[in-house]
């Protein structure tokens, strides 16, 4: 993952997405926080949750990689109703529609 510079020096603090599987999640990367975006559905209702990895999950991630997301996926999509509390979708909606944008260029 490149950190980049803007035009004036300053560092550039985006996110961006890292890694995805279509139509079920997405893992984005900011500073040193990682976000997994895992598209769910309850009671016929469709819905994205916005995860910010604690720090065991992230420590999990960078030793297990891919695997790891994929099983965090499942469990996410098998009881979001247990993530809730944790979700930044609205927080974070610009940002990550932003970090969408750039990566689909």
């Not at 916005?50 to 098998?78: H, N, P």
Request: proline share 2%.
């Amino acid at each position: 993952m490149a950190t980049l510079v803007d035009s004036m020096g300053r560092w550039d603090d985006r996110m961006e997405v890292v890694a995805h599987e279509p139509a079920s999640w997405l893992l984005l990367h900011k500073k040193s926080a990682y976000y997994l975006e895992v598209r769910c559905s309850l009671y016929g209702n469709n819905f994205n949750l916005l995860i910010k990895l604690t720090e065991d999950e992230r420590k999990q991630y960078e030793k297990s990689g891919k695997a790891f997301i994929q099983d965090m996926v499942v469990k996410i999509q098998s009881f979001p109703q247990a993530y809730y509390t944790r979700n930044q979708s609205i927080a974070l909606q610009k940002t990550v529609g932003e970090a969408i944008l750039a990566w689909r260029r």
